[in-house]
C-alpha cells in the first residue's frame, strides 16, 4: 500500500489549488480516505474524509472552501481547496488505514 500526494505549492490569500493522492495497492473507491495537516508547533488537524460509502466530513476551519472527492479511474483522492487563507498553511497528507503519505506543502501567503 503506497499514498503520494501531490499538488501543493504556494499561492495567494483567496487562491485555490487541487491536492491530490495516488494509491496504489488498493482501491480508494473501496476505503475511507481522511486528510490532514500538519502545522508548525501545533498538532495534527483533520481536515475532511470520505467514507468508503462517499459520506463526507469537514473540519469546520474549512467547511464551504475545500471538497474532497475520489476518483476511480486515476484512483485517486481529491482535495480542492478554495478560498485559502493564510491559516491553510501547512504540510497536508493523505490516509488510509494505518498508511500516510509523505506530504505535500501548502502554503498561503501574499
Known amino acids: 500500500v503506497q499514498l503520494v500526494e501531490s499538488g501543493g505549492g504556494l499561492v495567494q490569500p483567496g487562491g485555490s489549488l487541487r491536492l491530490s493522492c495516488a494509491a496504489s495497492g488498493f482501491t480508494v473507491m473501496s476505503s475511507m480516505m481522511k486528510w490532514a495537516r500538519q502545522v508548525p508547533g501545533k498538532g495534527l488537524e483533520w481536515v475532511s474524509l470520505?467514507?468508503?460509502?462517499?459520506?463526507?466530513w469537514y473540519a469546520d476551519s474549512v467547511k464551504g472552501r475545500f471538497t474532497i472527492s475520489r476518483d476511480s479511474a486515476k484512483n485517486t483522492g481529491d482535495l480542492q481547496m478554495n478560498n485559502l487563507k493564510p491559516e491553510d498553511t501547512g504540510v497536508y497528507y493523505c490516509?488510509?488505514?494505518?498508511?500516510r503519505g509523505q506530504g505535500t506543502q501548502v502554503t498561503v501567503s501574499s
Open positions: 470520505i467514507s468508503s460509502r462517499g459520506v463526507t
Open positions: 490516509e488510509v488505514g494505518s498508511n
